[in-house]
């Protein structure tokens, strides 16, 4: 046994031999004589297991977390439990949430969600009698409904009783046990809020404080904010440690971006190369980047860039992938950084690309004149951040060329097919958010994505609002056909778009528009007058006609 193994994630007390049990196959008998021994001679007290020393840092442990059962047997299912509990981190109230789960949906595969009612801990006063003198962790947490707060999601209509609800993916949050007959405590030990909160009043099986260290440090893990030399590979062990942090030089910028491994050192080898040249030498790279827009669901772009002078016995090529705001001119930039990270200081570089957009983009974030609030209104701007850090830090000089596009130019040529093969590349490339060389950022996180947005922020939040009125559409009862169309993928929402925008009158507002747009929303709601419709809205009035009466 190790030391995080018998310790609570938040390093003051021990575990109960239950507890350790649990983690242990097969684990009969009584109470082993070495637990004995660490509790008699390592704690303040034998009852509530506190340590009776201080840990030189808190233990990065491996937990053995419980999440929330997922009992999916089809695509797109809707399950919803009878008395079962979740909770998370919260960054924003800094605290673990606890919510009782209303459903569970599996319309996104790679990320099935769930809808909760929103539970908080019920306040302690102070002077009870009941709680003076209790710790943190031996006091009993009681939870109570939310009647309102910052984190309610606003788009849940199903039932309008619940004051707050939360919108949270299942494999970022943590199962929570509640007690089945909770044990009543003196009424004055919690304040008179409501006759409701008073009826209906739930306790965990653990302390508030238990729970809260226990969902921050899986937030942590999950979110990778840990520190990254804190989690070394095995590789990385046997290495002293100044070797490790100075293994790469501060002209290799890596940082920037969250790489594999083999991606660094893929990358670190293309640069010891360049280095071994001349400082008078002209780099030439030519650059391309695509986009699958074939996909669904988790659009890729490929990125692809290869060097022609210097000349080298090996080529020197690289070809990644990148996700999220997909498209092609995102895609060539970052092709063009990923090629500008392995430049040697005081290079002078000369990029060839058939992007007119990156060119321009490229003039107007290198001007000292660019105020930041236009900045941040440029696509991909955190992208370009970075290309101008890393030339401001090794002091490179860099133009790029326009190349015009399948011209029969043979190394763009090369470039474009070698793009298109890094939708499937194993390097895969993410910005590191800790990283960014500007001081604001925006992060998506509604779906615990922590994605990072790099658009014009108004553009970008009512794009989002678009999608979830839409989405919100969707799930009312009358759009059940629909839904199941549209997750089929046999609706082409970009042509009925296009249906929506048609006007067969030469005047831009007339009363025949007016009903031809009313006929549209109707067809597309399913509710023209026909007699299916009618007989299913009044089945008494049509319950003997069900066909046309003209023409039956």
Not at 284 to 306: F, K, P, S, V
Not at 350 to 375: A, E, G, M, V
Not at 412 to 441: M, V, W
Not at 508 to 535: C, E, G, I
Request: hydrophobic share 35%.
């Amino acid at each position: 046994m190790f030391l995080d193994q018998i310790i609570q994630p938040d390093s003051a007390f021990f575990k109960s031999w239950n507890e350790i049990k649990k983690s242990l196959y097969n684990k009969k008998g009584p109470i082993p004589l070495w637990y004995k021994h660490m509790i008699n001679h390592y704690t303040l007290n034998s009852n509530n297991l506190r340590l009776n020393f201080e840990l030189p840092h808190l233990l990065q442990q491996t937990l053995h977390v419980k999440r929330p059962k997922k009992d999916f047997n089809s695509p797109n299912q809707t399950i919803r439990p009878r008395n079962s509990w979740a909770h998370f981190w919260s960054p924003s109230v800094k605290d673990t949430t606890y919510g009782k789960i209303l459903s569970k949906d599996n319309h996104n595969p790679n990320s099935p969600m769930m809808i909760m009612e929103h539970w908080i801990p019920c306040p302690i006063i102070d002077n009870s009698k009941d709680t003076r003198g209790h710790t943190p962790n031996s006091r009993p947490n009681f939870l109570q409904p939310c009647e309102g707060c910052s984190l309610h999601y606003p788009y849940y209509i199903a039932d309008l009783q619940l004051k707050c609800i939360l919108f949270f993916a299942i494999d970022r949050s943590l199962y929570l046990k509640i007690l089945n007959n909770p044990h009543q405590v003196n009424d004055n030990s919690l304040r008179r809020t409501t006759e409701r909160h008073m009826k209906k009043r739930v306790q965990t099986t653990q302390s508030h404080h238990s729970l809260r260290t226990l969902a921050y440090n899986d937030y942590l893990r999950t979110h990778q904010i840990l520190d990254i030399e804190n989690h070394r590979t095995s590789e990385d062990i046997s290495l002293p440690f100044n070797l490790i942090s100075n293994r790469y030089p501060s002209t290799f910028l890596h940082n920037f971006f969250l790489l594999s491994s083999d991606t660094v050192m893929t990358l670190f080898n293309f640069y010891e190369i360049l280095v071994s040249f001349s400082q008078d030498t002209t780099i030439e790279i030519y650059t391309d980047g695509a986009c699958n827009l074939e996909q669904r669901q988790d659009i890729t772009m490929g990125i692809r860039w290869h060097i022609t002078q210097p000349s080298t016995p090996l080529p020197i090529t690289f070809s990644g992938s990148c996700k999220h705001f997909p498209s092609s001119t995102k895609a060539e930039a970052y092709a063009i950084c990923t090629a500008l990270l392995i430049c040697p200081s005081r290079s002078k570089v000369h990029i060839y690309t058939d992007s007119l957009c990156c060119i321009n983009t490229f003039h107007t974030i290198t001007k000292r004149l660019t105020t930041p609030r236009r900045q941040l209104k440029i696509p991909n701007h955190n992208i370009w951040f970075i290309i101008a850090k890393i030339i401001a830090v090794n002091s490179l000089t860099v133009q790029l060329h326009k190349v015009k596009a399948h011209s029969g130019n043979q190394n763009n040529d090369k470039a474009d097919i070698l793009a298109k093969a890094g939708f499937t590349s194993t390097h895969s490339i993410e910005i590191n958010r800790k990283h960014l060389p500007n001081n604001i950022q925006f992060i998506w996180d509604q779906h615990q994505d922590n994605i990072v947005v790099d658009q014009n922020v108004r553009h970008i939040t009512r794009d989002i609002g678009n999608r979830q009125k839409f989405n919100a559409w969707l799930d009312y009862t009358t759009n059940t056909i629909l839904k199941q169309a549209s997750f089929n993928q046999q609706i082409n929402w970009s042509m009925t778009e296009e249906f929506f925008k048609f006007n067969p009158h030469d005047r831009p507002t007339s009363h025949k528009l007016t009903k031809f747009r009313a006929w549209q929303r109707k067809t597309v709601n399913n509710l023209l007058p026909t007699m299916d419709v009618l007989y299913r809205q009044y089945p008494t009035l049509f319950k003997d006609k069900r066909s046309c009466w003209t023409c039956n």
